[in-house]
């Protein structure tokens, strides 16, 4: 699974207020970032559950990522 790395947005309202949107970002065992996180994985972390390794994921850790 290829995941996509969302970038910051950062906006400025009419009355000059900054607005800015952040995406939750999902690191491996060794604080690579992997990508997003997904809906099921907040969801997780929301209810208190183990979060699923992503080592397999990382680009850093598997030269050959699944």
Do not use: F, L, S
């Not at 950062?10 to 997904?38: L, P, S, W």
């Amino acid at each position: 699974m290829t995941r996509r790395i969302t970038a910051d947005r950062t906006e400025t309202t009419a009355d000059g207020r900054t607005i800015t949107t952040a995406t939750i970002k999902r690191y491996c065992d060794r604080d690579h970032v992997v990508g997003d996180a997904t809906d099921a994985e907040i969801e997780a972390a929301i209810a208190g559950r183990p979060m699923p390794d992503v080592t397999a994921e990382c680009r850093q850790c598997t030269p050959n990522p699944a």
